[in-house]
Every structure is written in C-alpha cells, then in structure tokens.
C-alpha cells in the first residue's frame, strides 16, 4: 500500500470525526469507514497470500515477504488506532464491552512486545546462520576444490545445522557441558570431531515461552457478534487479531525462545469478508509448521529452509567428497552453492532491515499502548 | 580483506630459533647420558623425535622460505622441487603431535604461515593433488588456531573483571600496570597470541571462521559478565505481573550493570577487539557493533520493562535513578560509539524520553490524588492532614535528593508532544491555569512544585470547611499551613527555587487565620468583660456584674474544655498562640478584675462569681492545643 492511500484514509477519518457533532447519521459514517477499512485489509492480505511458494525473490515466508508483512501490520496499526482514538474521549472507549476488550488488547500488546524483542534476537542468530552458510559457500566456491576446503565446509555446516537445531530450550547461558575438540589434544584420543560450541545466547528472560505467550494472547479473542461487529469492538478485535498473528508467523518463521507446543489454531473468524486471506495463510502456514515441528528445525523462512536443504545436500557431498571429484558431481554442486550463496546474499540485504523493521514495531507497539492509556486516563474523575 | 599481514621473514626465524636449535638438539643426548628413571625414556624418546622433526623442519623452512620468495617475486612459476613435499610431510607430522600452540617461540604460527602462502601462491599452477594435500593440511592447522583461539577467548580471568566499580572498594588496591593489562580481563600474556593466531586466520583465509568465534564467544562471556553483577533479563510481561518490591530489587543491579557497560565494559571491549584484530579495522569495527549492539538492547530494554508497568508515586524515585544512570552514561558512551551507533544512541534517548515521562506524569498523578482526595470525615483537633504531611514529604524529599535530576526531566520532556499521534499531546490542566505557573524566568519543575502546593492550599481549603467551629477551621488551616511552610523552609532546595514568594504569601495567610481565630474566640469572651452596661448612673449594677462574671467563667470553662483538645503540633505555633491569647486576655480580666472584683461581697460571693485568678487563666491558657481533655479541676492548682 502506498503512504497516499493511507493518509487519505487516515484523512478521512479525521474529517468524520470533525464533524461528529453537527452530524446525524455518524454511526453510519463509522460503519462505512469500518467497511473501507476493512476491505483494504482484505487486499492487502490476498497480496501476501498470493505470494509463491518458491521463487528467487519474494516467496512465502521470504525474508522480504516477511518485511512487507511488517509493513502491512504497522499500516493496519495506525488505520485501526485512528478508527479507535481519534477525536474519542475516554467515556466512549471504557463503556461496556471495551472496558473488558481494551484492556485485554494492551495485554496482548505487552506480549507482542515481548515477542519482537524474543525474535530480534532470533535474527542475531538467523545471521549467524548466513556466516557460517557464507563460510562453506566460499570453500565451495575454491578452485582446484580440495578436500581441505571440503573439510572446511562441512565444518562450517554442521555448526550451521547445530545453529538452526540449537533446542530452544538448551540456548541458556550454561555452558554445553561437553565439549569435544577438533584435536583431541586434551582427553588424548585422536578422534577428528568438529567443534562443537556454545550458540549465542538468545534469551527474553528466564522460563519465558514464545508458544505460551501465543498461547495467552489467543485467550478471549472472538469475533464480536451482532451489533457489536459494526462498532468499537470490530476494530479492537481486528487489530487484536492482527497482532496475535503476524506475531505469531514471526515465532512461526524465525528463531525464537521456546516455541514447542505452538498453536497452530489461531481464533480467526472465517465467516467475514477480509478474513480470507488471512485464515488462507494461517492454514498455510499452520500445516506448514506441523509438518516440520516433529523434525525440529530453525523456523519456516524461506531462506532458513532452503538454507537447510542446501546445507543437508552439501554434508553429504563434503562427507564422502574426494579430491579431485567427477566432474558432473561438481557441476551440480556448483549450482547447489550458486543457490546458498544466492540466500545468503538475500539474508545479507535483508536482515538488517528486517531488523529496523521488528524494532519499529516493537516501538510501536510501545507507543501505541502509551496512547490507549492516555486515553483512558484522560476519563479518571477530576474532582 | 585487509592485506597487513607480514610474512616472517627468514632472517628473524633463524635469529630468534639459531640459539634454541642447539640446545634442541644437545638436549637429547644429555638427557640419554644423566640418570634419569626409566619411566621418563619414553618422554624422552618423545622429545629427541619432536627433535628431530623441528631440524630437518628448520632446514626445509628456510628451502621453502627461498623459494615463496622466488614464487612470490617472479611472474612465471618455477618447477616444484622436491623439498615441498618434504616439507609437506614434515608439517603434518608436526601437526600430529598437537603441540601447545605457543612452545617453541611460536614456530608453529610461521610453518602455518608457510603453509598458506604457499596454498596461495601454488593455486594457479597444475600441480593439483599437492594442492590438495597442502589445503587439507591448512584445514588442519586452521582448525587447530580456531579451537586454541577459542578456548583462550573462553577462559578470561573473570575475578579481575569487576574492576573499575566505582563503589567497589578494591579499586585503588590494583596496581595500576596490572590493570592496564588486564583491561579485558586477559592476561597480558592471552592477547598477543589472539593477536598472532587471529592474523595467521585472516591470512589464511579464514577471517569469517576467527570473526564468528570471537563474537559468539565475547557475547556470551558478556552476558555471563552481567549475570554475575546480578543483572537478571525480564521480560515485560514479566514485570507487568511481579510486585512493585520485588521489580525495584532488579533495579540497582541494572544500574551497575549498564554503568559497567558503558563506564568499563564496552571500551574494555573495544580495546580489546581492536587488539586482537589490530590491522583490520573494519573488522574490529563489525565485530564490536555486533557484540554491543546486542547487548546493549537488551540492556535497554529492561527499561522499556520498567517504564511499561504501572505508575504510582513511589515508584519515581527509582525511575528517576534509571533515568540518571542513562543520562549520565550518555557522555561515557560517546567516547566509545563511534558513527555507527547513531541507531543505539536513539534508542537510548527513546528510552530515556519514556521514563522521564513516566516521571512527569508522576507529578501529575500526585496532582490528580490531591484533587481527587475526597475524604469526608475532618482530622480530629484541626491537626495535620495526612495529605499535606504526605505531599510535603514526597516534594521535600523530591527536592532534597532529586532536584537537579528532576529539572532535567521537566526542561528535556514536559513539552513532548508525540509526534505521530493521532490524539491530542495531553494537557492536565485548564490553559488559563498553566499559564500562571509558566514564568519564563522559572523552570518547569518549580512551576509544577508550585502547582501542588496551591492545588494542596485548595484542597486543605476545601476541607477546613468541614470543621462546624470556624476558630477550630483556622487552626486546621494555620497548623496545614505553618506545615508547609517548616517543609519548605528545612529543605534548601526548595527553600531557594520558591524565592519566597510563596512564603510570604503562606505567612500572611497564616497571620489572617491567627486574626480570625481569636476573632471568633477569644474577642467573644472579651465580650463578657465590657464595662458598658455595668455602670448606671455612676453606680455599679451587681445582678450584671454577677451576670458578667457568669458567663466569663462559663466561657472560659467552655474554650478551656474544647480547645484543650486541639492539636497544634508545631511547638512555636502553639506557644505563639498561647502568648497572643494571653496577651489579649490577662490583661482585659486583670483590669476588669481590679476595677469590679470590690463590689462583691468578700467571702462566699467572691468565691462564687471569681473562679479564676488572672495566673489561673495563663496557666488554663497553656493547656490548650495540647491534644489532651483538660479537666479544670485536676488542672487547678
């Protein structure tokens, strides 16, 4: 969506609500905002459900893909705070059913802000995955390709694999408890294992649980029912909704503290318009994560699963590779590290800002929470 | 990739390896000719055949030495002599061995030197299954520098590392050499050997490989760092759900450990990085962004944490030491961030803007709680309210501790408006009301002082109407106010910022409650002693006169009884009360007394009618305000 469309919209709004006063009909005008609104939710999912499944840029579950989903979030943010907020006092949003809703909303707010800060530090380690990925790629990419550099490879993609393996659980500061050397010069067997280190360290906080926070910002979120779905609690519910599952895709996609056991069944209501889309993805998306959920793996991302398939191939070539190798083999595998360094290149672009993006949000989430609060805080009794 | 990597050269090998050569290989034979137990033969043996390798090693080192120079300087590449693969040999044997990496004058670092120059310089030629050898020995040795120079980066004395606390008070009992050393928390001996291997990596090729290790490893060793510092991750839910007590204990550890990051750590760890990648700039500079950026964050957010829970007066004070810690940190961090921390010195002043507006808004909670103190039930006795010993309280010890932090804070946030807001920037108060508080030649905070205190003035105001007796309403307003004005007056802090505006309008406010009070008091009961009425025709009525003394003594017996029950706490005011009612009084009675006590009849009558002697009255005088239930005739002396 372009900023024109959302200022215009945002525009919109604002004059409504300027001429709340002298009006009639302003719970029709409420309606009809709520309906434009919703309708722009509606295309703006189908346009990242119509994303494909495999193709060099953007695909599913890309780290680009995942930017725009971002962009899409903090675009319905602002829409869906402003249908809110804007020009309301604190009488209006604290009446009955959003003196429940409202304050469940901000709960679901705090979590997600956890949540950003869980997976940004699920990006750190995203990128220490494209390091090592990088490391092999240059090994591979050596010519005359001899078994050191073979050697070199597939030592830098086991550590690669046990990165993305790295139990979400086991990613505490205690140190692994064993070590084994690349030389056995200290227990004095001359078994040649690669090292095997500590991961970074990625923790939110002690027992803190990604699925369970999930978990608890799924509870109480239903669809409002008869005339509430055509007023405040429409939106509040819609951007709940909107919260819990681009969160929910994040923990899905990338890294992250603790993720056993999550859903795959968010609350989506699929008897309106614009949720379509969404509940398309989530199904997708959901099917997708049971799928790998019993092998256990890093996350959906496109470039971490390809980066994963790659890397398993390129184990086993480097295993049993032979100097000087048959030419054939060579060639495909030639394409094989033509296609990782190629995501790898793709992480090096996209991470940082993918990065910035989650940050925002996070600050976002902040500010927004923040604005609810005055809100409501402007209505405590002045005596 | 940088290129500052400076071969041996043959001549320093040589010179520094000529002297260890001989005893190297004297060394055996003395070892066969002394008596040594039988148990040590096979170390020996061990030894004369590492020996044995190093010499003929040495030789080939330095054939090899010649020809990378003839391979390094010439355009068209010689022929391979033998002695390469010789050589080859002799280095994996070597590599075999796993020999501490730094014996030997750190020969090993040079043949590993060897070995990638000529990895390098022989790529191009056809001599392809050698290549291959000579890469797989590289591998090797790769390896090897990747697990030494992991395992020295993970064993930082870590004792020495909380060095430079400045409440710690081992500080000054560390010699300062050894400090200099130990910056990192290495050993001076550990960091030229990270220096050494990390540059044999780099030109080896292996750059990405020494980069991961050094950062995965320093980042962890950080967070094990901060831990022992007692600094705990929370998550913001967390601190949502946890008790105000047992939140603020994570605060002080937080405090050390973001003061030790950016007092100590972080410039430790540049150093450190830059040390141990000297040369590489670039990479010293990735690295670093990489290993603080996270931590940092993460350091950060514990704020975010904090500055989400919900506000209560208390909690100020330990925001506005968070909001210090980072404001005061700021200058610290500016020496050690360099461009690219412009993303991390934003979101530090974003951090910080949150919790001085936490505490902003405090100020305006503690307005609201003023305002919207509707307790209905009065003080017994006029004494202090709760609320203005409160808010006294919490102002003086604002002032007292916080003054220069707080003005800070106001001058910095109170004129935020959030931008992107799609809801007005909040104003607490009516326009017209800000307007009087917002003195260009005042700071915001003194204004804000200010406007609790006329806000507290309006509210005791409020309340001293729910008294029925107007006297005991004053009292309630002067013991208030005389309150207010000690607190003010006991902290210099406020004392100063007041200019005395303030207290000179609260004294003579006080002056106008004393007035009415003894108004309402003590000028009805002079009314008993008015001569008017009592002379007729030059004669004294006596049925008036008795009537006079009645209702005096019935008076006085009545004030006595109340206002014995009053509270003045201040000692000054009550003892000012005292001797203004006494003032007025005695005197009045003691000339009504001289002038009238004559006409009634000695004995029984005067008994009857003059129950008090003037001294009786200043005695009764000083049981008022005392809180107590004066009985008279306990009292009476």
């Known amino acids: ?383 | 990739m940088e290129e500052n990597h400076k071969p041996a050269t043959s001549s320093s090998f040589k010179k520094g390896d000529d002297k260890e050569e001989s005893s190297e290989v004297e060394k055996p034979e003395k070892e066969t000719k002394s008596e040594q137990p039988q148990s040590q033969d096979i170390d020996d043996k061990e030894k004369e055949e590492r020996a044995g390798i190093k010499h003929t090693l040495q030789k080939s080192y330095d054939d090899i030495q010649t020809f990378l120079s003839k391979l390094e300087n010439d355009a068209e590449a010689p022929d391979i002599p033998d002695f390469v693969h010789k050589y080859v040999d002799l280095v994996e044997k070597k590599l075999s061995k796993h020999e501490p990496l730094f014996q030997d004058d750190g020969s090993f670092l040079k043949v590993v030197d060897q070995i990638s120059r000529l990895y390098k310089h022989l790529s191009d030629s056809d001599k392809a299954p050698l290549i291959n050898r000579i890469g797989q020995i590289q591998q090797q040795a790769m390896c090897y520098l990747e697990d030494e120079f992991r395992s020295l980066l993970e064993e930082p004395d870590l004792k020495q590392e909380v060095v430079a606390d400045q409440h710690g008070e081992d500080q000054s009992t560390l010699d300062q050499s050894k400090e200099e050393s130990n910056f990192s928390g290495y050993s001076y001996q550990v960091i030229p050997k990270l220096n050494k291997i990390a540059k044999e990596m780099i030109f080896g090729g292996y750059e990405s490989e020494c980069c991961e290790a050094y950062m995965v490893t320093r980042r962890n060793i950080i967070d094990e760092t901060l831990n022992k510092l007692g600094y705990e991750k929370i998550s913001i839910d967390e601190a949502q759900k946890m008790q105000w007590e047992a939140l603020e204990k994570n605060i002080p550890p937080w405090i050390k450990a973001f003061k030790q990051c950016t007092k100590v750590y972080f410039s430790n760890e540049c150093r450190l990085v830059e040390t141990v990648f000297s040369g590489y700039p670039s990479l010293s500079t990735n690295l670093f962004s990489n290993i603080v950026r996270g931590v940092f964050l993460q350091l950060l957010n514990f704020v975010e944490a904090v500055a989400t829970i919900k506000r209560s007066t208390e909690k100020l004070f330990k925001f506005l030491d968070i909001y210090d810690t980072l404001r005061d940190n700021l200058s610290s961090l500016d020496g050690v961030l360099p461009k690219w921390a412009e993303e991390l010195r934003n979101e530090m002043t974003t951090t910080r803007c949150r919790i001085g507006e936490m505490a902003i808004f405090i100020f305006c909670d503690l307005e609201n709680a003023i305002k919207s103190d509707t307790e209905k039930t009065p003080v017994p006795g006029g004494a202090v309210h709760p609320l203005t010993r409160y808010t006294m309280n919490y102002l003086k010890y604002a002032c007292d501790e916080y003054k220069e932090t707080i003005e800070k804070v106001f001058k910095d946030h109170s004129k935020i408006e959030r931008a992107n807001s799609t809801n007005k920037p909040r104003s607490h108060e009516g326009d017209s009301e800000k307007n009087k508080y917002d003195d260009e030649n005042q700071s915001p905070f003194v204004g804000q002082v200010l406007r609790i205190l006329d806000l507290l003035d309006s509210a005791l105001e409020a309340k001293s109407k729910l008294y029925k007796d107007i006297a005991l309403s004053c009292i309630f307003m002067m013991n208030n106010g005389r309150y207010m004005l000690q607190k003010i007056k006991s902290s210099a802090e406020i004392h100063q910022a007041m200019k005395d505006t303030w207290c000179r309008k609260t004294s003579s406010d006080l002056r106008n409650y004393h007035q009415t009070y003894k108004r309402e008091t003590w000028m009805k009961l002079l009314g008993c002693l008015n001569v008017e009425g009592l002379n007729v025709n030059g004669k004294v009525v006596k049925p008036v006169l008795k009537e006079r003394f009645k209702s005096f003594n019935a008076m006085f017996d009545d004030i006595h009884r109340t206002q014995s029950l009053w509270v003045v706490n201040d000692k000054q005011l009550q003892s000012e009360l005292r001797v203004s009612i006494s003032a007025i009084v005695i005197p009045a009675y003691r000339s009504f007394l001289a002038r009238f006590s004559g006409y009634l009849d000695p004995g029984r009558q005067t008994e009857k009618y003059i129950k008090f002697q003037p001294e009786d009255i200043e005695t009764f005088i000083d049981d008022l305000f005392d809180g107590n239930s004066g009985s008279m005739s306990r009292k009476k002396p």
């Open chain 1, 1 to 383: 969506m372009t900023g024109t469309d959302q200022s215009s919209f945002l525009g919109r709004i604002s004059i409504r609500r300027n001429q709340v006063n002298a009006m009639e009909g302003y719970h029709e005008q409420e309606i009809e905002d709520l309906e434009l609104f919703q309708k722009q939710l509606s295309d703006r999912f189908a346009e990242l459900l119509s994303a494909p499944d495999d193709a060099p840029t953007e695909a599913f579950l890309s780290i680009s893909w995942i930017r725009k989903l971002l962009d899409v979030f903090l675009c319905c943010e602002t829409e869906c705070k402003a249908i809110l907020l804007m020009e309301r006092d604190a009488a209006q949003i604290s009446k009955p059913p959003l003196d429940r809703l409202i304050p469940e909303l901000l709960e679901r707010v705090v979590k997600a802000m956890d949540i950003c800060n869980a997976v940004t530090n699920g990006v750190e380690l995203v990128r220490h995955c494209q390091k090592l990925a990088e490391i092999a790629v240059s090994a591979l990419e050596q010519k005359p390709f001899g078994e050191g550099q073979a050697r070199r490879a597939k030592k830098a993609l086991v550590s690669l694999m046990s990165a993305m393996h790295v139990d979400d659980k086991e990613s505490s500061v205690q140190k692994t408890a064993e070590r084994s050397w690349s030389f056995g010069r200290r227990s004095g067997n001359k078994d040649r294992h690669h090292g095997h280190y500590r991961s970074l360290s990625w923790q939110v906080a002690k027992h803190w649980s990604a699925s369970k926070q999930i978990h608890a910002m799924t509870m109480n979120l239903a669809a409002p029912r008869g005339p509430e779905a055509s007023c405040l609690p429409a939106p509040v519910y819609i951007l709940s909704l909107i919260i819990v599952f681009v969160m929910w895709v994040l923990i899905a996609a990338i890294p992250c503290q603790e993720r056993s056991g999550l859903t795959t069944h968010l609350p989506i209501n699929k008897h309106v318009n614009w949720t379509h889309s969404l509940a398309g993805m989530h199904d997708k998306i959901g099917e997708e994560w049971k799928k790998k959920e019993k092998k256990g793996m890093a996350g959906l991302l496109y470039e971490l699963q390809k980066m994963e398939k790659l890397g398993q191939s390129l184990i086993e070539f480097t295993d049993s590779y032979q100097f000087p190798g048959e030419k054939e083999k060579l060639d495909e595998v030639a394409a094989q590290v033509a296609e990782l360094a190629e995501v790898c290149r793709r992480m090096d672009e996209g991470l940082v800002p993918l990065q910035m993006l989650i940050r925002e949000a996070f600050h976002r989430l902040v500010r927004n929470r923040t604005e609810f609060l005055d809100v409501l805080e402007q209505g405590t009794p002045v005596v």
